[in-house]
């Protein structure tokens, strides 16, 4: 399973992140940061459908989003 | 099973938060330039431009050497730069009020030299940073500070195209626009932004990519809103494309 981790202090909400990612599965959260912002966050109920792509965290004007993608065992071997 | 980073900042983009609005896109501009000088290994050779502007406090984003013009001067601060330093890569870093408004002159002239620079153009179609006053790039009809009424073409004129302007210069090798408002168009930003550097390393000429990115707070629009209004309204006045490519082989003196 792919995953991303989004920092919630850099967010600033924006939700650009929320319409380019293919599995739509980033959605705005109910929390505020220390900046005020609302902050965006990845479904936990859908997680594992991230595949890793990283068109959120290209689209993050703040760097907000780190990606961390699994190599399945028989790719990794390759 | 194994997990690699797929996507994390890269070096030479500073971890200091910025000030910019939510969504604007000159986070992703400059980000896009780092990525593209790390990948290459040049960020130790590298001495940015940086001009007046929402981007004015880019050396504490972007981890170069810099130097700060006054306003629209960067690509006239470059020329010395570069012609002192002709080892170094050297880019200058412009919204669109300052190149093609108070700069307007100073690019043309660097341009027509064919300085061996990288000029990187962020229009966003308004003066981001003194409150969304009318800029040459303004699109017609559109309603800023200093046009209640929208931008008149009859009075106030057509918007200027820069990279096709630009492209029409002899000293210019590389000429684009690009749009940072996807994933695709993220792909053809990158290329572009390959490209401008390219040019620069070979001696060529100055490689130009405009970038066209978004001012939510100016265009009183959500991000998301100002994201979708560059598909439906900024590109079609500033198709996107790539204006003029030299061969990568062609001579310079
Ligand atoms: C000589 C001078 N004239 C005017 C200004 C005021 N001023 C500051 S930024 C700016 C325009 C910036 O617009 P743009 O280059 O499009 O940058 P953006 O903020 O949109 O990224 C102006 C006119 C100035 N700082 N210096
Ligand atoms: S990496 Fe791709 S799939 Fe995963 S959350 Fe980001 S955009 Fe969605
Ligand atoms: S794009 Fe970045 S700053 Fe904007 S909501 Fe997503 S994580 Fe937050
Ligand atoms: S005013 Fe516009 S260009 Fe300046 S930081 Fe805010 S959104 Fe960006
Ligand atoms: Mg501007």
Redesign the pocket.
Known sequence: MSRIVLDEERCKGCLLCTVVCPKNILRQSSRMNAQGYKVAECAPELAEECTGCTACAQMCPDLAIVVWRTVKAKEASR | MSETLAFTRTPSVAETPTHYCPGCQ?GVAHRMVAEYLDAENLAEKTIMVT??????FLYNYLRFDSVEA???RAPATATGVKRVSPDKVVFTY??????A??GMAEIMHAANRGERITVVF?N?T?????GG?M?PTTLVGQKTTTSPAGRCASTEGAPFRMAEIVAGLGGVAFSARVALNNVKHLAQARKAIRRAFEVQLAGQGMGFVELLAT?PTNWKMTPVQANEHIEAAIIPTFPLGVFKDIAKNAGAC
């Open positions: 000159h001009s007046i502007g929402c981007s004015v006054p306003h629209g412009q919204g669109d009020g300052d190149l408004s108070i962020v966003n308004v003066y981001g940073m003194t006053q800029a001012c």
